[in-house]
C-alpha cells in the first residue's frame, strides 16, 4: 500500500513563485514515475508534469512547460513541483500521483493519489 502526502498550496500573487511536495509512505517504495494534476474550478483533472524515479527524465503539459519543474529526493521519497511565473488561469486544485499503467497524462491511468492542495493565484 502506498500513501501520498501533499503540502505546499497557498495564495500567491501573479507573477510568483510557489513549491508543492508530495511525499510517499509504503513498505518499499519503487515507483515507475509520479506525476502532478490538477483540477481547475469548472474543469476536469488535467495532467501537469511527471518523472522517472530511475532516470530523473520530465515531461511537462504545453501549458506550463517554460514555468514549471518536478524534480525528486530518492532518499525522502518526494516529489517536488516548482512553480514559476504564475498566472490565475493556474488557480486549481494539485494532486500528486503514483503508479502509472501507461499514458500517463490520463488520470485514470494512475492507482495512487494524495489528497490535492489549493493553489490560487491573484491577478
Known amino acids: 500500500q502506498v500513501q501520498l502526502v501533499e503540502s505546499g498550496g497557498g495564495v500567491v500573487q501573479a507573477g510568483g513563485s510557489l513549491r508543492l511536495s508530495c511525499a510517499a509512505t509504503g513498505r518499499t517504495f519503487s515507483p515507475y514515475a509520479m506525476g502532478w494534476f490538477r483540477e481547475a474550478p469548472g474543469k476536469g483533472r488535467e495532467f501537469v508534469a511527471a518523472i522517472r524515479w530511475s532516470e530523473g527524465s520530465t515531461d511537462f503539459a504545453d501549458a506550463v512547460k517554460g514555468r514549471f519543474t518536478i524534480s525528486r529526493d530518492n532518499a525522502k521519497n518526494t516529489a517536488y513541483l516548482q512553480m514559476n511565473s504564475l498566472k490565475p488561469e493556474d488557480t486549481a486544485v494539485y494532486y500528486c500521483?503514483?503508479?502509472?499503467?501507461?499514458?500517463?497524462?490520463?488520470?485514470?491511468?494512475?492507482?495512487?493519489w494524495g489528497q490535492g492542495t489549493q493553489v490560487t493565484v491573484s491577478s
Open positions: 500521483a503514483t503508479d502509472p499503467r501507461g499514458s500517463y497524462n490520463v488520470p485514470s491511468k494512475w492507482n495512487y
